[in-house]
């Protein structure tokens, strides 16, 4: 546990100015590592491994039949003992915690660079925007439900929690590694963004999650109908592609003032007493009411 490389993880693990200088994130256990690589599709560069030792002769095989992890020439592997697997991955109890890698941070670009970049996978039609929300578990959801519901891509405004804390990163399931991100710093530079060069429509299509405001139910009927009487497509799988921009605000706060008041807000009817929904549970509904199959 005193080795430099398991201290070097450690504090990867465990500070995000570590990990953004670095540009490396920790993953803890071989289920969310398959789940970042599953789609065959995602490059990660693998940079180490650390794998939990077994009582035989060697280290024990997490990837069976197909699984495989492809490393670079750089990439290193070690036997890490039960107490070593148990400081890297930061818990009390390490059962079950059969793997610990280091993977190459994705490139996160600011709202602007991101809406300009004409090699981005898809064209940017679904976006859900994170505006302060601060709880591991609730950013960590929020993208599997985002990914989940189809939306392109999913942007982080300040004080948003890391996607690449750890507590993220077992929420997300390692969303973070395939869906595309962006940041933005200020109201001014996500207005720019979204609306210039994103061409999202002000209180049209940039929707803001709020206590009061028109029934999602609505708002997501009449995007769907405008967006049905604007193409020409016989197709019905356009339908899919209705242009919004959801955002939700932060668990205490909610969205910050300069953007709620430029956006169009929409609320969930809830004919029961209570007043509001945890965010990740607010905005699961959402993207479910956005999204038209």
């Known amino acids: 546990v005193e080795n430099a490389n398991v201290k070097r993880l450690v504090k990867l693990r465990t500070s995000k100015a570590f ?64 107490k070593v697997m148990k400081k890297l991955a930061g818990v009390e109890n390490a059962d079950g915690i059969d793997l610990v890698a280091e993977l190459e941070m994705p490139e996160i670009r600011t709202v602007s660079e991101f809406m300009k970049r004409k090699n981005t996978r898809s064209k940017i039609d679904k976006v859900l925007c994170m505006d302060g929300v601060q709880d591991p578990g609730n950013v960590g959801t929020l993208l599997r439900t985002a990914e989940a519901f189809g939306f392109d891509a999913v942007g982080l405004g300040p004080r948003t929690c890391d996607p690449f804390n750890d507590k993220c990163m077992r929420s997300s399931k390692g969303t973070a590694f395939r869906m595309q991100m962006f940041t933005w710093k200020t109201s001014e530079e996500f207005f720019e963004g979204i609306v210039n060069d994103g061409k999202f429509e002000l209180k049209e299509n940039v929707l803001a999650a709020m206590l009061s405001g028109e029934s999602c139910v609505d708002v997501s009927r009449e995007l769907n109908n405008n967006n049905n009487n604007n193409n020409n497509s016989d197709s019905n799988d356009y339908r899919s592609h209705t242009k919004v921009c959801l955002v939700l605000g932060s668990e205490g706060q909610g969205v910050s003032k300069e953007i709620a008041s430029s956006t169009r807000a929409v609320t969930i009817p809830t004919p029961g007493v209570t007043e509001s929904l945890n965010v990740a549970v607010a905005g699961g509904i959402l993207m479910s009411s956005l999204t038209i199959r």
């Not at 289920?31 to 599953?38: Q, Y």
């Not at 095989?61 to 890490?80: I, L, P």
């Open 19 to 82: 990990r953004d200088e670095e540009r490396s994130v920790v993953v803890v256990g071989s289920t969310v590592l398959k789940e970042i690589l599953r789609d065959g599709k995602t490059k990660v560069n693998v940079k180490s491994v650390y794998a939990l030792e077994d009582d035989g002769d060697g280290r024990v095989d997490v990837f069976e039949n197909d699984d495989k992890v492809f490393f670079s020439s750089s990439s290193s592997s070690y036997g890490a003992t039960a």
